[in-house]
């Protein structure tokens, strides 16, 4: 069995920051790319950012120079430092990861809870 553990989330007023954490533990061959995603009410889940095994990353627009992506493979963990947040930041955000598991031949795409990310005054 794997699984994504997420935490960090919580109510923050405007301009405040989180940092948000997701490690991976079971049964874990390899893991490939990890991220993070976000769904605000009425919305659709959309990418925030993801870290590649190597370390290069991408990030959303609306999020580059305020969120940082990074991940400790020896921990299997992602991270996700957030700055300067604003309400439209507020949503439940998903970790996400590509792991193949002991005794599989694939990758496959796994993801977390969700932890609920609130910007307010």
């Known amino acids: 069995q794997v699984q994504l553990a997420e935490s960090g989330g919580g109510l923050v007023q405007p301009g405040g920051s989180l940092r948000l954490s997701c490690a991976a533990s079971?049964?874990?061959?390899?893991?490939?790319?990890m991220g993070w995603y976000r769904q605000a009410p009425g919305k659709q889940r959309e990418l925030v950012a993801l870290?590649?095994?190597?370390?290069?990353?991408n990030s959303a627009d609306s999020v580059t120079g305020r969120f940082t992506i990074s991940r400790d493979n020896a921990k299997n963990t992602v991270y996700l430092q957030m700055n300067s947040l604003k309400p439209e930041d507020t949503a439940v955000y998903y970790c996400?990861?590509?792991?193949?598991?002991?005794?599989?031949?694939?990758?496959?795409?796994?993801w977390g809870q969700g932890t609920q990310v609130t910007v307010s005054s």
């Open positions: 996400n990861a590509r792991i193949r598991p002991r005794f599989a031949a694939l990758f496959s795409d796994y």
């Open positions: 870290v590649r095994t190597g370390g290069s990353t």
């Open positions: 079971g049964s874990i061959f390899s893991i490939g790319a």
